[in-house]
């Protein structure tokens, strides 16, 4: 596991939610969790929602705004929003505010909390995945790819 997973899963780990636990966050719509961000991964919902949204057809939309990739450690294909500038800006922010609000991405709709799908190892289960969420308090460097 390279440093960067490491550090993915340590937060995971030390930050998992349960459906009984309260955190508080407060949005003042500042635009921040929107910049230096390269790891917007989009579902095939979020596609079809942004398109959509923007009357766009999937392949004019998959052209403007995003990449296509294969993960390099999951080896799935990888479809995120492609970020702009120096400051690594999600290209559907404008004027500080999301121009896709009512179709966000469902990571971006989540945001702050974050979900994984886990493999839990504890013999006493079949492995079945079980979805986890979790609240990181300490700031996540966004500015890697999480897959
Ligand atoms: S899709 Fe909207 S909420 Fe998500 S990063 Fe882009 S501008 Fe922000």
């Known amino acids: 596991m390279n440093a960067r997973?490491?550090?993915?899963m340590?937060?995971?780990?030390?930050?998992?939610?349960?459906?009984?636990?309260?955190?508080r966050?407060?949005?003042?719509?500042c635009g921040k969790c929107c910049i230096n961000?390269?790891?917007?991964?989009?579902?095939?919902?979020?596609?079809?929602?942004?398109?959509?949204?923007?009357?766009?057809?999937?392949?004019?939309?998959?052209?403007?705004?995003?990449?296509l990739y294969i993960g390099p450690d999951s080896h799935f294909p990888i479809i995120?929003?492609?970020?702009?500038?120096?400051i690594k800006?999600?290209?559907?922010?404008?004027?500080?505010?999301?121009s896709v609000h009512k179709a966000k991405p469902a990571m971006c709709a989540m945001f702050p909390i974050g979900?994984?799908?886990a493999f839990p190892e504890d013999g006493t289960s079949s492995n079945a995945p079980v979805i986890e969420y979790f609240y990181p308090k300490l700031p996540i460097n966004y500015t890697h790819n999480l897959v």
């Open 5 to 8: 997973m490491e550090e993915i």
């Open 10 to 23: 340590n937060a995971i780990e030390h930050n998992k939610l349960t459906a009984d636990d309260p955190f």
């Open 25 to 29: 966050f407060h949005c003042t719509q």
């Open 37 to 67: 961000r390269e790891d917007i991964l989009l579902t095939p919902l979020d596609l079809f929602r942004i398109a959509n949204e923007l009357k766009l057809s999937l392949k004019e939309f998959i052209d403007q705004y995003c990449e």
């Open 80 to 86: 995120r929003l492609k970020p702009r500038g120096s």
């Open 89 to 98: 800006r999600c290209p559907l922010l404008k004027n500080r505010r999301c």
């Open 115 to 117: 979900r994984v799908i």
